[in-house]
């Protein structure tokens, strides 16, 4: 019975946790390509 109660709470921390990762990685690739733009534009 308690299973049953806590599953959803489970399942949706699990959920949010997935979220705030995926918003971490692309904030990673939009700091990677910002860098890559001011490598190339020293670099010229």
Known sequence: MKLLRIAPIAILACALALTA?????????????STARAVKDTVN
């Open 21 to 33: 990762c995926a918003n971490t990685i692309r904030g990673v690739g939009k700091d990677v390509k």
